[in-house]
């Protein structure tokens, strides 16, 4: 190890005694300092000292990324111990390697998986998403997993053998959850997949999470799956973009039987969308016009432990039932966020709200925020239906944006999933 280091002014400076105190730390101090580096970082300083010579072998942490060739990491595994890792991040996205990615990704994250990896992600940040096959992903030992552009085309992506997984996030990718769904383990917190396009096609299929905690579901493509029963759940956010089949009334075939929309099938009381998340506390729905909610909140859920709640445009629709079905379903609602966005110049309403029952909202209301932007109009009919229902002037607050400062969507604060060692 050198004894002498640089100064500020890149002047040498003499290590007071001489001595090599960063290697005079245990190994277990080391192996951690190691494992805050990039993996070719580590590798380099086996030329420190004999002591440094094989100490990245046994690194805590694998983080690849486009520095780190194809070939260099063939060999760097091969070279390296079977040290349970705590860490891996391989990040995919020079495109100067494409042929070998695609050729030895997977045998990568088996090589995690049998280092009984407990923090994972994988993001294919070049061209196409990464096939996977059968069983890639299965581990007792992953607590979290973060897949970005994965394919699993052929097979269902089953994780239900990952016991101990608690977060899992997909972002961009392609996911077969089975013609009869996929059931994710009991120990699964917080699931967050994003603008993902859900196999088989044409088929509405089933999501079963048990020990849910929290739940995004953002800009998916095709059916959105039945969400089955979530106790636990606390915090959720679903938000229907246009590449979803629910969207709007023009997708009209039934994604449960492959036939024309049918009660029969759709009203099947275990296979509501909101049913399932009538038990989180703080709720965002967004859509620009989601069918999906004005048909399912037909079935009445009730919302008994909901505190927070923001909606989008789609609840001013059919003489404002969205909203109306929130107001009377929230008992305990403290906090209500309304957006309109341009999507809601588009909706046809009644000038004079007429209620069909009478009620009072929540005695635990504390505020109502709106914001809309001024080419939007409907404020007046929004404000007719709120004092209605017993909402005072007071715990209204209103903002207005002109239309090119429309930002959609812009109090969605997407989450994200933070892997740490």
Known sequence: MAERLCNMDGKKAAVPDGNDRLSALP????????????????????????????????????VLNSSHSPNFINNMLRSRDQTPLRYCWI???????????????????????????RNLAFHMLVFGALPLSAGALASE????LDLYRIKSESFSLDISSCQSLEELEVDQSVINIGNTGTDFPESLQLLIIKDSKFLPEGIRSSISAPGLVTLELVDCLDWTPFLKSMPSLETAIIRIGHGCLDSSDEHNICGVCGGWLCVQCY???????????????????????????????????????????????????????????????????????????????KIQMSNVYKPKNQFMVSKHLRSVDIKYW??????????????????QPELINIESKPYKDC???????????????
């Open 374 to 391: 001024e080419e939007v109009g409907k404020i007046e009919e929004l404000l007719n239906v709120l004092a209605s229902h017993g909402v």
């Open 91 to 117: 990040n995919a996205q020079d495109s100067c390697f494409l042929d070998e990615y695609r050729r030895d990704a997977e045998h990568w994250l088996r090589y995690a998986i049998s280092c009984k990896v």
């Open 407 to 421: 930002n959609y969507y812009e109090d969605y604060k997407p989450m994200s999933l933070k892997l740490s060692l």
């Open 267 to 345: 009203g099947t009381d275990d296979r509501v969308l909101l049913k399932s998340l009538s038990d989180a506390t703080h709720l965002t729905l967004l859509s620009p016009s989601s069918l999906i909610f004005r048909r399912e909140i037909k079935w009445r859920p009730m919302f008994s432990k909901l505190k927070t709640l923001l909606l989008c445009d789609w609840f001013v629709t059919d003489n404002f039932i969205g909203l109306v079905f929130f107001l009377q379903h929230s008992p305990v609602l403290e906090m209500l966020m309304l957006q309109l966005s341009n999507t809601s110049k």
């Open 141 to 144: 030992h992953l607590t979290r």
């Open 27 to 62: 190994d277990d101090v080391l192996l951690l300092i190691l494992s805050y580096l990039y993996s070719r970082e580590a590798v380099q300083t086996c030329v420190l000292s004999p002591r440094w010579r094989t100490l990245w072998k046994s690194a805590l942490s694998l």
